[in-house]
């Protein structure tokens, strides 16, 4: 079974930084791990995608130039480093997991999802 934990959410003004972290267990390694995120009212969208080697990312257009995702698979963790926030990213930050290769940008493909973490952009 395959737990996940985000950290690092809070609340920034429009134009700052955060990193999220999403710490796994079980053997993650080889998965396909992906940020979602979820505002008041608005159903859950896709944010980025990473595969197990790294050598495929992929960004929601919205996020593209602004935030990164990476993985360290030695430590069972994925990242999202968001830069340049805007008050329109403020929703509640999802990790997921899923199994096999390949990649997409539907949650419903996800097999494991974390508990999620706010993220609030102040104007």
């Known amino acids: 079974q395959v737990q996940l934990v985000e950290s690092g959410g809070g609340l920034v003004q429009a134009g700052g930084s955060l990193r999220l972290s999403c710490a796994a267990s079980g053997r993650t390694f080889t998965y396909t791990m992906g940020w979602f995120r979820q505002a008041p009212g608005k159903e859950r969208e896709f944010v980025a995608t990473i595969i197990w080697s790294s050598a495929y990312i992929g960004y929601a257009d919205s996020v593209k130039g602004r935030f990164t995702i990476s993985r360290d698979n030695a430590k069972n963790t994925v990242y999202l480093q968001m830069n340049s926030l805007k008050p329109e990213d403020t929703a509640v930050y999802y990790c997921?997991?899923?199994?096999?290769?390949?990649?997409?940008?539907?949650?419903?493909?996800?097999?494991?999802w974390g508990q999620g973490t706010q993220v609030t952009v102040s104007s």
């Open positions: 997921a997991a899923k199994r096999g290769a390949g990649v997409s940008t539907i949650a419903y493909d996800y097999d494991y």
